[in-house]
């Protein structure tokens, strides 16, 4: 049992056991799940690991076990809620092949995901937008939505000569730009979209970004 218990999983998001692995995580999710939703009530400025505490209904201490601190706490919220994201539109660039579809598919899985996961895309605009991603030690490639999936789909188009030769984060930036203010725009109702659906917005991205014959 003392050899089960001092046993260290690497492939945990902390140094427990794979005997208590499932408890450790399901506890680890609840905190990151329950920081996620006070952000979202009272902002980053306002986060507190007493009020974290008491929305995921432990107690304090439990928290540091998991974290060393607030900031540890945060940077791990910011990167999990980042990690899902880019791993869902990941796995949708795998079902088609071609540049052109990819990108395509990309933004409509991006539109998708504000609609089933609004929450968690706000938690993490919250996080884009303010200058406490320095603070926490994010690696300065992680602080904003620039994938290396889409880098290189995007990549590969250019060297087939089927986009035009843009600075690919830039190409990235507009790509998103593009996605979430639609979405947001279809949010305030400023956007019917059913008049204007997405794919009118799919087109006139790829005339921009396709390469003139």
Avoid at 5 to 24: A, E, G, L, W
Avoid at 88 to 110: D, F, G, H
Avoid at 148 to 173: S, T, Y
Wanted: one cysteine or more.
């Amino acid at each position: 049992m003392l050899n089960s218990i001092n046993c260290f999983d690497q492939n945990s998001p902390f140094p427990y056991t794979s005997v208590m692995r499932k408890k450790d995580e399901k506890k680890y999710n609840q905190i990151i799940d329950s920081t996620t939703e006070l952000i979202l009530q009272v902002g980053l400025s306002g986060i507190t690991m007493a009020k974290i505490a008491a929305t995921a209904k432990v107690y304090p201490s439990t928290i540091y076990i998991y974290f060393t601190d607030k900031e540890d706490l945060l940077r791990h919220v910011f990167q999990h809620q980042r990690a899902e994201l880019q791993q869902y539109l990941a796995e949708k660039l795998n079902l088609v092949s071609t540049p052109a579809q990819q990108v395509q598919i990309y933004m409509r899985a991006l539109y998708q995901f504000t609609q089933d996961q609004s929450r968690q895309l706000a938690t993490l605009q919250q996080f884009l937008d303010s200058p406490l991603l320095d603070q926490l030690s994010v690696p300065a490639a992680e602080q904003n939505l620039i994938f290396p999936e889409l880098q290189a789909v995007i990549e590969r188009g250019q060297m087939n000569a089927i986009f035009r030769p843009l600075p690919v984060p830039l190409a990235i930036l507009l790509i998103n730009s593009d996605v979430l203010q639609y979405a947001h725009a279809v949010h305030m109702h400023l956007v019917d979209p059913v008049v204007q659906p997405l794919d009118q917005l799919l087109e006139l991205t790829l005339t921009w970004l396709n390469n003139p014959k």
